[in-house]
């Protein structure tokens, strides 16, 4: 006796062919909301100005996961190769003497569109700008100018990734231009 096919199969399969192809594929919608890592640093202005914590919960209040951190102390070699994109600038040597005048906190977050949101959250990168256009912002909280602007953040997702490397050593080390000081 020979199996036949239910006359009901055919139906069932065009049926569950979405859910097929979903479990295959992957949900589309569901790679949008995957987790992105920033870098973010507290400058020398903000740990001396005692604004840690206070920063540190504005990041989590905002959905940020702090993955890793460390304080640094960096060297003029060290900090002159973080912001090597800015070293024929006339404000290299002011910038590599304010992030060598005191330790830094470095800290990796993770959350959906880490970047763009951390970003947002830091405001203009002169604070002076940022207490009128983005007053609640971080900058806006305890930033003086553009140089000393209390926190710095990545500026695309390879800065990203060069910058975490460069304090974390794990993530590819590519030398990528940013204009975030």
């Not at 910038?95 to 405001?123: C, F, N, Q």
């Amino acid at each position: 006796m020979g199996s036949a096919a239910s006359p009901a199969a055919p139906s069932l399969f065009i049926s569950l062919l979405p859910l097929l192809l979903f479990l295959h594929h992957g949900c589309w919608s569901c790679r949008a909301v995957e987790s992105e890592r920033t870098l973010a640093m507290i400058k020398p202005d903000g740990l001396s100005g005692n604004y840690t914590e206070r920063i540190k919960e504005v990041i989590t209040e905002s959905g940020f996961d702090i993955v890793k951190e460390a304080v640094v102390r960096l060297d003029a070699e060290r900090a002159s190769l973080f912001y090597v994109e800015h070293s024929g600038r006339s404000f290299f040597d002011s910038l590599v003497k304010y992030m060598t005048s005191g330790p830094v906190l470095v800290m990796v977050l993770e959350r959906p569109d880490a970047i763009l949101h951390w970003r947002a959250l830091i405001g203009p990168t002169d604070a002076r700008k940022a207490k009128t256009s983005h007053p609640n912002s971080i900058r806006a909280m305890c930033g003086l100018d553009s140089e000393k602007n209390c926190v710095h953040g990545s500026d695309s997702p390879q800065s990203a990734a060069r910058e975490i490397s460069f304090f974390f050593g794990d993530a590819r080390s590519d030398a990528v231009e940013h204009d975030e000081l």
